[in-house]
């Protein structure tokens, strides 16, 4: 596959890597290193920006009013839009939209009104409710959350966790079990208000992100109607399984945008760096490390556009997007951990963004699937999908 960039998308990744360095990085001067948004009028000056761009909303479908992008050209963008400190967490704090909750690009006509067109507005939050205390490498099995046919609804009773943006959220698709005979056969989705009586979220999970948190959610005798179901009853596993391969090739090109950045952070380090009279750059051992660090972002790079590129086509790419995200999160990590222990002490203050990358990173490792489970996808491929 040939993956040298057409001209036109030569010109959007130019404008996206002007729009990061002029825009974005000049206000993370003033934030804290660990900020996870910006003040709503900087936020809005840069919405206004990107859509006079015309790329806000990259994700969107033109059906829906978007720019109608494909995704080998999003995963370049992708890449640019996470080289700054917050990237990992919110590329660009989300001046440039998106698509929410793709699973509602499959919702009803009913629904599109109340969700899908109000989020894709930016005047709606949603949350996606799969993971649970049970586990969540394995949904199909783990899901313990059940929906129980009541009263012309659903009654849902149960709990997820480590669910993001929950508690500023004013809907969520939440997925639970309506056939136990059935395993991942059994699932349907849910579209839950916030308010919903039975509805809450319990309490607020700290993690390594310092300012930003992850949510605990409590469901208890919560009526929902037949509207609120998402797809087809007993089919939710289904849009689960979609959104997530598709999420993890953007997912990967965000720890290779940071990656590129940390090796670029490293290089001119080493050229101006002196230790005991010599550059950093002429000792081999700096050398290694940034060949390492290069050959670790060049094959990430490869595998999540061959990821794309089979995604752009519409062929099976479940398990090249597994390899993507494996890739591009393990040498991410490495890549960052190397650029710190150049940069010696300063590598690991907030001085610079390293060390917060450092932490996404090891976040990236588990999220949208630890590197496990992409390996298990990876060996059932290679050994005929028999594996239990």
């Given at each position: 596959m040939d993956f040298e960039p057409t001209t036109e998308q030569r010109l959007l990744i130019e404008q996206v890597r002007r729009f990061v360095r002029e825009e974005i990085l000049p206000l993370e001067e003033t934030l804290d290193p660990d900020a996870s948004e910006l003040p709503a009028t900087d936020l809005a000056r840069l919405v206004g920006k990107t859509k006079a761009m015309g790329l806000?909303?990259?994700?969107?479908?033109?059906?829906?009013?978007?720019?109608?992008?494909?995704?080998?050209?999003?995963?370049?963008?992708?890449?640019?839009?996470?080289?700054?400190?917050?990237?990992?967490?919110?590329?660009?704090?989300?001046?440039?939209?998106?698509?929410?909750?793709?699973?509602?690009?499959?919702?009803?006509?009913?629904?599109?009104?109340r969700y899908l067109f109000p989020t894709l507005r930016g005047e709606k939050k949603a949350f996606f409710g799969l993971t649970e205390p049970?586990?969540?490498?394995?949904?199909?099995?783990?899901?313990?959350?059940?929906?129980?046919?009541?009263?012309?609804?659903w009654v849902i009773n149960g709990s997820k966790i480590y669910i993001s943006g929950a508690d500023r959220a004013q809907y969520g698709i939440v997925f639970a079990r309506?056939?136990?005979?059935?395993?991942?056969?059994?699932?349907?989705?849910?579209?839950?208000?916030?308010?919903?009586?039975?509805?809450?979220?319990?309490?607020?999970?700290?993690?390594?992100?310092?300012?930003?948190?992850?949510?605990?959610?409590?469901?208890?005798?919560?009526?929902?109607?037949?509207?609120?179901?998402?797809?087809?009853?007993?089919?939710?596993?289904?849009?689960?399984?979609?959104?997530?391969s598709r999420q993890r090739i953007p997912y990967a090109a965000g720890c290779i945008g940071v990656a590129i950045k940390a090796q670029e952070m490293a290089l001119e380090w080493s050229k101006i760096r002196e230790t005991f009279g010599e550059k950093l750059a002429n000792r081999q051992a700096i050398q290694w490390m940034l060949v390492d660090n290069e050959l670790e972002i060049r094959t990430a790079t490869y595998f999540t556009l061959v990821a794309a590129e089979k995604a752009r086509r519409g062929e099976p790419f479940r398990t090249e997007a597994a390899m993507a995200k494996l890739l591009a999160s393990e040498n991410g990590g490495k890549v960052v951990d190397r650029a710190m222990q150049i940069f010696g002490g300063?590598?690991?203050?907030?001085?610079?963004?390293?060390?917060?990358?450092?932490?996404?990173?090891?976040?990236?490792?588990v999220g949208e699937g630890p590197s496990e489970v992409q390996r298990m996808v990876i060996a059932r491929d290679l050994l005929g999908s028999k594996l239990r």
């Open positions: 806000y909303g990259i994700d969107i479908p033109r059906e829906f009013g978007g720019p109608d992008i494909d995704i080998v050209t999003r995963t370049y963008l992708a890449i640019e839009m996470a080289q700054h400190r917050a990237g990992l967490y919110v590329p660009c704090y989300g001046a440039f939209g998106g698509a929410g909750l793709a699973q509602l690009f499959e919702a009803n006509d009913d629904q599109k009104e049970s586990g969540g490498s394995d949904p199909a099995r783990a899901i313990r959350t059940r929906a129980e046919r009541r009263d012309n609804g309506t056939d136990a005979a059935k395993g991942r056969g059994g699932i349907t989705c849910f579209i839950v208000d916030a308010g919903t009586p039975g509805f809450h979220v319990r309490r607020v999970v700290h993690t390594l992100r310092s300012s930003s948190y992850a949510t605990e959610l409590e469901f208890t005798e919560c009526w929902v109607s037949d509207h609120q179901v998402l797809g087809e009853v007993n089919k939710g596993f289904a849009i689960a399984n979609d959104r997530l300063m590598g690991m203050t907030k001085d610079l963004p390293l060390e917060r990358w450092y932490r996404e990173m090891r976040i990236r490792r």
